[in-house]
């Protein structure tokens, strides 16, 4: 049973890992598209939608954040 914890918890590490560095991909994928958004409030012009890159940067922040709660919850208590 012990094995399959470990199983368990590996891939949730790789999965969290991985989700960190795409996040940390989509942030810079996006970096275009905050720009446009910030110029555009700045100069009180109609603000672009918000791209593909941000929402996946939104949603994978969210993920790498309860995973690694998780992690951190189920390292301390064992």
Do not use: C, Q
Request: aromatic share 16%; hydrophobic share 55%; charged share 25%.
């Amino acid at each position: 049973m012990d094995f399959i914890w470990f199983i368990i918890e590996a891939i949730i590490w790789i999965v969290d890992i991985v989700g960190f560095f795409w996040d940390i991909y989509a942030w810079f994928a996006g970096k275009d598209n905050r720009t446009d958004r910030r110029e555009a409030r700045k100069e009180g012009s109609d603000i672009p939608a918000r791209d593909k890159w941000n929402r996946l940067v939104v949603g994978l922040s969210v993920m790498v954040v309860l995973l690694t709660l998780l992690l951190v919850i189920w390292k301390s208590g064992r």
